[in-house]
């Protein structure tokens, strides 16, 4: 079977930074894009940032400018990192992968359990 396990959440104070990583292991014959959602309380989950299998990426309007992601797809990781941190941007992140298990199936998403990122002085 697939697993995403992330790390790298936790608390840090306005204006700091963080990086998570999240690494995808099991039966995997190849991965499309990989990124990474959020989910504060009372909230809908949103996509903070996405990278396509090529290198392409999308970020989510409000984390322009202060989040990369990047991915190493030899050890089939994913990399957000998160600088100039604000209080709004407390919330678990999910990482998220679409993934192909054999030659001949079909890709499906797959997602981690998520890691606490919590911003505040």
């Known amino acids: 079977q697939v697993q995403l396990v992330e790390s790298g959440g936790g608390l840090v104070q306005p204006g700091g930074s963080l990086r998570l990583s999240c690494a995808a292991s099991?039966?995997?014959?190849?991965?499309?894009?990989m990124g990474w959602y959020r989910q504060a309380p009372g909230k809908q989950r949103e996509l903070v940032a996405e990278i396509t299998a090529g290198g392409g990426t999308n970020f989510a309007d409000s984390v322009k400018g202060r989040f990369t992601i990047s991915r190493d797809n030899a050890w089939r990781t994913v990399y957000l990192q998160m600088n100039t941190l604000k209080p709004e941007d407390t919330a678990v992140y999910y990482c998220?992968?679409?993934?192909?298990?054999?030659?001949?199936?079909?890709?499906?998403?797959?997602w981690g359990q998520g890691t606490q990122v919590t911003v505040s002085s």
């Open positions: 998220n992968a679409n993934i192909r298990t054999s030659d001949i199936g079909l890709r499906h998403d797959y």
């Open positions: 099991g039966t995997i014959f190849s991965i499309g894009a």
